[in-house]
T-cell receptor, first 115, second 113 residues
Framework: GAVVSQHPSRVICKSGTSVKIECRSL??????MFWYRQFPKQSLMLMAT?????????EQGVEKDKFLINHASLTLSTLTVTSAHPEDSSFYIC???????????FGPGTRLTVL | GESVGLHLPTLSVQEGDNSIINCAYS??????FIWYKQESGKGPQFIID?????DKRQGQRVTVLLNKTVKHLSLQIAATQPGDSAVYFC????????????FGAGTQVVVTP
């Protein structure tokens, strides 16, 4: 099956710093990538949808200036959490969808802890 | 899907028994549904999918049933094993919504020996 990787798997940072998370589709070209966040014991909440070569579409309530998304190639999307604060601590998961199928393939997630 | 709550409903199942996990979805226009399994600290893993023109689909030890009349989806796991312990999410997709997923609240399955 399709493989999606994320890097880093865990990151701890100080309040006020920025953190970049990478999402890569390893064996297929992802025309669309999605970014989710997940709090403990809760479901996945979609943050934004990113199409290769165009600006990301953010869900209501998600600050686009705080969560910068770049989808520069068909295999890589990045999420940058700018000026991170403790309330941004969460599990961030990306997913990728190829050209044909509706199915999304999920990355392993990145645990962000902001001190 | 179901509204996001502050806790996950839990299904406790004895090893070897069958499990049934339910999901109510919200959008009658949703035409594609997927069940995912998520183990602690990991990303969701695809289990099985079903399109709205079907009412049943079977995989290896899993069966998904779709009842469009009452907007209900279920996942049946046969002969539940300890490795099936995880959180299970249903996702509904509406083809004309850019392929965005709407996830249900999830169900924690705990398999006991």
């Amino acid at each position: 099956g399709a493989v999606v990787s994320q890097h880093p798997s865990r990151v701890i940072c100080k309040s006020g710093t920025s953190v970049k998370i990478e999402c890569r589709s390893l064996d297929f070209q992802a025309t669309t990538m999605f970014w989710y966040r997940q709090f403990p014991k809760q479901s996945l909440m979609l943050m934004a949808t990113s199409n290769e070569g165009s600006k990301a579409t953010y869900e209501q309530g998600v600050e686009k200036d705080k969560f910068l998304i770049n989808h520069a190639s068909l295999t890589l999307s990045t999420l940058t959490v700018t000026s991170a604060h403790p309330e941004d601590s969460s599990f961030y998961i990306c997913s990728a969808r190829g050209r044909v199928a509706d199915t999304q393939y999920f990355g392993p997630g990145t645990r962000l802890t902001v001190l | 899907g179901e509204s996001v709550g502050l806790h996950l409903p839990t299904l406790s199942v004895q090893e070897g028994d069958n499990s049934i996990i339910n999901c109510a979805y919200s959008n009658s226009a949703s035409d594609y549904f997927i069940w995912y399994k998520q183990e602690s600290g990991k990303g969701p893993q695809f289990i099985i999918d079903i399109r709205s023109n079907m009412d049943k689909r079977q995989g290896q030890r899993v069966t998904v049933l779709l009842n469009k009349t009452v907007k209900h989806l279920s996942l049946q796991i046969a002969a539940t094993q300890p490795g099936d312990s995880a959180v299970y999410f249903c996702a509904e997709i509406t083809t004309d919504s850019w392929g965005k997923f709407q996830f249900g609240a999830g169900t924690q399955v705990v398999v006991t020996p």
